[in-house]
T-cell receptor
Framework: QKEVEQDPGPLSVPEGAIVSLNCTYS??????FMWYRQYSRKGPELLMY????GNKEDGRFTAQVDKSSKYISLFIRDSQPSDSATYLC????????????FGIGTKLQVIP | NAGVMQNPRHLVRRRGQEARLRCSPM?????VYWYRQLPEEGLKFMVY????????ESGMPKERFSAEFPKEGPSILRIQQVVRGDSAAYFC??????????????FGSGTQLSVL
């Protein structure tokens, strides 16, 4: 069993739709949860970061963490074609350095 | 302010040759991480280095792979006697400190290694 499970998609939605992306994990030691966005042939870019359980909102993006269920989500409101990318969930224990465990990534396409 | 610079962007090697991948971290960053992205597997941690020190190499294959981050110059990921299974995108990331917290990891655009 992988430490982090993520549906690779692809996921196609019309412009303006609400997108829901999620991951499950098995390691209860994970404390820091992140979402990265990766455009084709580029490196990942940090979108959202949350510590422990709860919600965090940043513009059109909302990240949710439910540690009791070992489940994290990223919601994108009013999706735009420019949101078309691969979204990777990521997490790490409080180890003092960033040895991050990534999900495989969900490929999202927002159709104009 | 240049980001994390990786070169070459594409590297083609024949089986048995050596591959050298270079990474210059962002200015002011002294912490470097290497990740490998294999098709169908996602990004995997390989090694974490600070200047002149390997801090954690638990993700590195035991043979043929080595990494360094010298006092001067870029970090180097070296793969000896490459095999087809080494074909992947190799990403370097840097950060200003070792803290997790809200510290961002800044990734380069990667080196795509193809082994013929």
């Amino acid at each position: 069993q992988k430490e982090v499970e993520q549906d690779p998609g692809p996921l196609s939605v019309p412009e303006g739709a609400i997108v829901s992306l999620n991951c499950t994990y098995s390691n209860s030691a994970f404390q820091y949860f992140m979402w990265y966005r990766q455009y084709s042939r580029k490196g990942p870019e940090l979108l959202m970061y949350t510590y422990s359980s709860g919600n965090k909102e940043d513009g059109r993006f909302t990240a949710q963490v439910d540690k009791s269920s070992k489940y994290i989500s990223l919601f994108i409101r009013d999706s735009q074609p420019s949101d078309s990318a691969t979204y990777l969930c990521a997490m790490t224990v409080s180890g003092g350095y960033q040895k991050v465990t990534f999900g495989i990534g969900t490929k999202l396409q927002v159709i104009p | 302010n240049a980001g994390v610079m990786q070169n070459p962007r594409h590297l083609v090697r024949r089986r048995g040759q050596e591959a050298r991948l270079r990474c210059s971290p962002m200015k002011g960053h002294s912490h470097v991480y290497w990740y490998r992205q294999l098709p169908e597997e996602g990004l995997k941690f390989m090694v974490y280095l600070q200047k002149e020190n390997i801090i954690d190499e638990s993700g590195m294959p035991k043979e043929r792979f080595s990494a360094e981050f010298p006092k001067e110059g870029p970090s180097i990921l070296r793969i000896q006697q490459v095999v087809r299974g080494d074909s992947a995108a190799y990403f370097c990331a840097s950060s200003p400190t070792s803290g997790v917290g809200n510290e961002k990891l800044f990734f380069g655009s990667g080196t795509q290694l193809s082994v013929l």
